[in-house]
């Protein structure tokens, strides 16, 4: 797995071993940020990410590779934390990056998740998350004041799940690649978000 673009391009990653994370393929991480530059522009945006189910970080780590300011990881995985430390200091990213041990959904409603407010946040979780999971990490998000007015949201899932985006969140691009889906949604703030 290689970083695909920006100034850590050809950049190698490692990816957690066993069956516990799913990498996003190289084909629909170049089509998801090709769409992103599309609608952001050539440096996303310049802001916080936010890569919530990390797993190896690479989603995280092209985000920042194509201009994003800083990032923060959080990953529930032990292992997988130790993999994603050694990709953000294989790019040398350690300075503008956050690694969270812990559950992303649980952090953001304690209101206890570090280096926001987030301009883009990358969601792609482990297809057995359902989606009221999802629902509740943005609208704890949202409530915690940890998205810009304008934020993008990218949502990656497996063929069959249904995202209803609540008000104040537009949808403005669903793609499908095989038997992956993906939402890319812009949040409104005062919009109808909870």
Not at 77 to 97: F, K, L, M, P, T
Not at 144 to 157: H, K, M, R, S, W
Not at 164 to 169: A, L, Q
């Amino acid at each position: 797995m290689r970083v695909i673009a920006g100034s850590y391009r050809g950049r190698t990653l490692l990816a957690p071993k066993g069956e516990g994370t799913r990498p996003t393929t190289d084909r629909v991480r170049e089509s998801l940020f090709s769409a992103l530059t599309s609608l952001c522009g050539p440096e996303l945006g310049g802001g916080a990410v936010l890569d919530p189910f990390a797993g190896s970080g690479a989603l995280g780590i092209e985000a920042l590779s194509r201009g994003c300011t800083r990032a923060t990881f959080v990953e529930l995985d032990r292992a997988a934390v130790r993999i994603v430390e050694e990709n953000v200091a294989s790019v040398n990213a350690r300075s503008v990056s956050k690694v969270i041990l812990g559950d992303a959904v649980d952090l953001a409603c304690r209101g206890r998740l570090e280096g926001g407010p987030f301009s883009l946040l990358l969601l792609d979780p482990p297809y057995r998350l359902a989606w009221c999971d999802i629902e509740g990490l943005t609208s704890a998000l949202v409530d915690a004041d940890l998205l810009v007015d304008g934020a993008v949201i990218t949502y990656e899932y497996a063929r069959g799940t249904v995202a209803e985006w609540p008000g104040g969140f537009d949808l403005v691009r669903r793609k499908r690649y095989g038997t992956t889906g993906i939402d890319i949604v812009i949040y409104e703030r005062g919009a109808g978000a909870s």
